[in-house]
Structures are given as C-alpha cells and as structure tokens.
C-alpha cells in the first residue's frame, strides 16, 4: 500500500516566514531608531496663550471712556483764551475756532477779544484767517447748519459791546448776512442744529444792560431768523448746555444761570422737538447733573448718547464731572474718569468727526480766593475726550530651550492711536513692535513685560514670565526612560529582539505536529504495503 505524501507548496510559506521576520526588525528598530539620530526633535514648549490681557464687558460695545487727556499737536495751536467759539463744520470736516478773550474775562468783560479763524483736524491746528472776518468778539455762538451748507456765528461781545451781527463760514470764507429781522444782541447764548426742522435753534443769553437772560426761542434757515413765541418755554439761561440728540430724537437743554446779579442755577432739563418745548426734568429721576452753567460736550455717535462735562456753578465750584444722556432719556454719571489738572470752565468743546472724539480748546489752572474757586491762568491747551486703552497680548509659552524663540504679540484698541510698544525680555533686551519673538541664549527665569502708550500719554501693561532650560539630550523624547541607555545596549537589544523573532518563527514551523514541506515536484516514495500492526509474520514456505 503506497503512502500519501503530504507537500506544502514552499514559496507560500517562505513568504510567512519573511514577513514575520520583517515585522520583528521593524518592531525592534522603530523604539530605539532615534537614539542614533543626529538630528533628534525636541518637544516644543506649550503655544497656548500666556497672560492674555483683555477688556471686561460685552465685545461689541466700545471701550469705556477713560476721560480728557491733553493733546500735542505738531506746530502751532491758537494762543490762549476763553470764552471761543468752535464748531464742526460738515461741509469741509475739519473742526473751526473763532475769537474769544485772551485770559479770563468774568462775564465776558474782555479788553482785547481775538478776531483769528483757526482749523483743527486729523490732530493739527492751522491759522486760515482770511482777510475779511468777523471783528473781534467773544461770547458769541457758532454752529454748523448743513441744510443751508455753511456754519453760523451770531452775537459776542466786542470792543463796541454785544452785538447781533450775523456771519456765515464756508470754504474758508466769511461772510456777512444782513437779514431784515435779527435776534437782539446777544452774548452767553446756546445754538444747536435741529434736523427734524432743518434749522438752527438759539436760546437764552443776555442782552445788554439787562440783568437777567433771555427765554427767547430763535429759529434760523436760508439766512432769515423767526422768533418763535411759544407759551411754554425754558426760563431765561446763561450759557445753558444745547445739542441735537439723535438717539432721542430732540434738542436737549440742560441747566445755566438764570440772572447776573443773585444767580439762580438750575438743573431743569427741557427738550425741543421741532416746534414746542417740553420739560423732561421729572423724568429724567433723581440722579440728575447738578446745577451748572458753561458745561460743555456733545453727542457721541460711537457710543449713541451725548456727554456733558464740568460747568460751574458759582462761588460754590467748578465741576469736573461727566454725565452722559441715554435714549431712555435719562442722566447717568460716569465715574473713574481721568481729568485735566486745572479746569475746563469757560471753554468750548465739539464732536470732531473727523478725528473720532470730543475736541475742547483751553484751560484754566484753579486756585481759591477766601474759599472761592478762582481762574490763576489760562492755557492754551487741546483735550480729547477717549477711550480707555484695551490691550490683548501674550506669548507663545512660559517655557522654552535655549537657543529657542518664544513668539509675543499685542493688539490695542481704544485711545488715541497710533501706539508705542516697549516689551522687556527681563535680560537686559528690548523690542518696539507689537509682535516677533525673542531667542534667550542662557537658562534662566525670566520676567517679559509690555508697555503700551497712545498718542495722548494712556497706558497700558502686560506682565509674564519665561523659564529657560537647557535642551534634554538626543533621545530624552525615547518612552519609558530608554533614552538613558548607552546607544550600543540599545543596538543590542534591538539585535536580539530581531533574532527572538525569528527563532520564535523556526520553533513554531517546527512544532510537534506540524508540517514540513517538501521539495515539490519530487515522486511520491512507494513502500510495499506489511503486516498490519501487530500481527505475526507469517513463517517461510
């Protein structure tokens, strides 16, 4: 009986055995291949936001005012003076001051008023007194009116006394109106613009010889002024606060004097709207400015609600307070609010679109005469009413490898721009740009601080640190500590797992039980079939 052969086809198993063969090499070489790398990669240090400085409060609303700050701007500014005139004029963006007394005139008794026209805008002042002007005057009132496309001066006070001359600016022109009705003359008066009738709407204000001011209504458009007789009407004011409030939709008249001689001061807050008044002091509450004349500000668009800042309100003080209106139609003070040294009484302030915030021209410096506050001297100082400056910066991480950079960045918003940027590394190095990096040389910890500075003296900080260590030598980054082995033991083991492998495959093809191959193509052996087992051979014949 021939025998079965059993044959396994050898190229089928010479590849299994290859392949497992492989894997065990590549197993092997992948865990210990970087300790002979030349050029072994570092772990980085963290690149998450360190220190991260940010405004509180809801994103999409503007930074918080922060107060006047003092402006510098480049060449020549007006000289100094009280009681201007200024105004934004639409048709040519830029700001206008006019006139005014040289000092301080009490009540506008001024020896020698100023007769210059000065521009400011993007952050200059520039002398434009053309020959034909106004004469000399201060006191008066001067607004814009876009409907008829110039600005309007009235009154003021001059060397002949108060006046009720008309004039118009345009194109950096002067000119004079002569309408055959006029105001009286006035001085102290308030003028605003009012766009729901296109016309410019003057109140109060003082007549000469008379001892208290005037409760006359005044409407001006297309150079002819009405008196508008309305029973119901604001009591006659001094330098009563006046603009146009958009968020609210009316004229908004705030506080003045009400006589020369024994003032009363009041805190009434009235509207226009368009073609009667209306006394909105009951509800504006109880938290209501103080009595005050010659406050000045204007309405904010960035913000939509007019501010009103400082005034004076006698022998008692001068303010230095800031209110802003809502469209609720309430006052509201706003508190932390960082002011000039001296104060701004007297003065004059307007928005100055152009440049994005509340401009005010002049300053006085307070003393006390008896416990009265009293005007020492005048300057001729620009203010800005700003932001506060938001700053955002960090760095890359708080740790790093010599010889490695740490990235560092800020962004700013809010304040006067553009900004300066002053980042110490705490060894001994300085940068002057709002992002880069810095390489530190040595190990070490280090304090990294910025200081931020706008155009009119905000600032703002940042403060972190760095700790700088010595990179971890080549293979530090192996698991389980192998990168502590001397190179050679590790070429070792690898040897040695590569070889376990393939023993482990020879033991396994060679286990009891299991098949070898054989040469294929050989003949099957033939055997002649015996006894089965355990029988007795049978005996010879």
């Not at 990179?471 to 690898?494: E, K, Q, R, T």
């Not at 070898?516 to 099957?524: F, T, Y």
Request: net charge negative.
């Amino acid at each position: 009986m021939a025998l079965r052969s059993r044959a396994v086809p050898w190229s089928a198993d010479r590849a299994k055995r290859r392949a497992s063969i492989t894997l065990a090499i590549l197993v092997g070489f992948a865990l210990l291949a970087p300790a002979f790398h030349p050029f072994v990669a570092v772990p980085r240090h963290s690149t998450a936001s360190a220190g991260t400085v940010r405004s509180s409060g809801n994103a999409t609303l503007p930074p918080p005012l922060s107060g006047w700050w003092r402006l510098s701007p480049p060449g020549a500014s007006p000289p100094n003076r009280t009681d201007t005139e200024m105004t934004y004029v639409s048709e040519g963006g830029y700001v206008v001051l006019f006139g005014g007394c040289p000092g301080y005139g009490f009540l506008g008794q001024c020896a020698r008023p100023l007769g210059d026209t000065w521009e400011y805008g993007n952050g200059f002042w520039s002398n434009i007194t053309p020959t034909v002007s106004p004469s000399p005057r201060s006191s008066a009132v001067f607004a814009d009116d876009p409907a008829d496309g110039y600005s309007v001066l009235f009154g003021g006070i001059g060397p002949n006394g108060t006046t009720n001359q008309t004039w118009t600016f345009a194109n950096g022109t002067w000119t004079q109106l002569h309408p055959a009705v006029s105001p009286p003359p006035l001085a102290f008066a308030a003028m605003a613009y009012d766009p729901n009738s296109s016309e410019l709407v003057l109140v109060g204000g003082l007549t000469p010889g008379s001892l208290s001011a005037s409760s006359d209504t005044w409407l001006f458009h297309a150079g002819v002024w009405t008196n508008d007789s309305l029973s119901v009407r604001p009591p006659g004011w001094v330098s009563p606060f006046l603009g146009y409030d958009p968020a609210t939709g009316h004229l908004l008249l705030f506080g003045g004097v009400s006589a020369v001689f024994f003032p009363s001061y009041t805190q009434q807050t009235w509207a226009f709207l368009g073609d009667h008044w209306a006394n909105l002091t009951a509800a504006g509450g109880s938290g209501q400015p103080g009595s005050r004349a010659w406050a000045l500000g204007g309405y904010d668009p960035v913000r939509r609600e007019t501010l009103m800042y400082g005034g004076g309100a006698g022998g008692a003080s001068i303010l230095g307070d800031l209110w802003s209106y809502s469209d609720r139609g309430s006052w509201s003070q706003l508190s932390g609010i960082h002011g000039p040294p001296g104060g701004l009484y007297q003065t004059t302030a307007t928005w100055d679109a152009r440049d994005g915030y509340l401009v005010d021209f002049g300053e006085e410096s307070l003393g006390s005469f008896y416990g009265i506050p009293t005007i020492s001297h005048v300057f001729n100082h620009t203010w800005a009413l700003l932001p506060g400056l938001t700053l955002a910066a960090g760095l890359t991480g708080t740790s790093a490898h010599v010889s490695e950079t740490v990235g560092f960045s800020a962004n700013c918003s809010g304040g006067l721009p553009p900004y300066q940027y002053n980042w110490t590394f705490g060894d001994g190095t300085n940068q002057s740009t709002s992002n880069g990096t810095h390489l530190y040389p040595l190990t070490g910890s280090y304090n990294v601080t910025l200081v931020v500075t706008d155009s009119a003296g905000q600032q703002a900080s940042f403060a972190s640190h760095v700790n700088v260590s010595l990179a971890p030598p080549p293979g530090s980054n192996l698991p389980f500590g192998l990168g502590a082995i001397p190179p050679i033991v590790l070429l070792g083991v690898a040897g040695a797992i590569a070889a376990g492998a393939v023993a482990a495959v020879v033991l396994v093809r060679r286990r009891p039980g299991g098949s070898r191959s054989e040469p294929v193509g050989e003949a099957p052996l033939s055997v002649p079939p015996g006894p089965p087992e355990g029988t007795p051979p049978e005996p010879p014949p």
